[in-house]
């Protein structure tokens, strides 16, 4: 078993940035995957970002790399914490942001390939 629990976020103005938090307990950090997804009121759950066991492969939606909001994940096994780097929010990119764990060290960009699930932390963009 594996519990998540996520941290960081927010109210924040739009153009500003926030860095989210993951950490993890109940077994070995560096064997699982690990990703960000985000759901907005009415909306599906969608993939943010998502991050190898070993921290060399990272996957990213594309609406939040390059173009408008930039995102950055990253992982410190020592620390058992994934984290989402996120800046130039805009209002769109308010949700409730979830973290997860996948049995696989490679991750994946589908909801259907995570195992445990954090309970999501709030982020608030204002415009």
């Known amino acids: 078993q594996v519990q998540l629990v996520e941290s960081g976020g927010g109210l924040v103005q739009a153009g500003g940035s926030l860095r989210l938090s993951c950490t993890a307990s109940?077994?070995?950090?560096?064997?699982?995957?690990m990703g960000w997804f985000r759901q907005a009121p009415g909306k599906e759950r969608e993939f943010v970002a998502g991050v190898s066991g070993t921290g060399d492969t990272t996957y990213y939606a594309s609406s939040v790399k390059g173009r408008f909001t930039i995102s950055t994940i990253s992982r410190d096994n020592a620390k058992n914490t994934v984290y989402l780097q996120m800046s130039s929010l805009r209002p769109e990119d308010m949700a409730v942001y979830y973290c997860a764990a996948r049995i696989y060290e490679g991750a994946t960009m589908s909801i259907m390939g995570y195992d445990y699930w954090g309970q999501g932390t709030q982020v608030t963009v204002s415009s």
């Open positions: 109940g077994r070995t950090f560096s064997h699982f995957a």
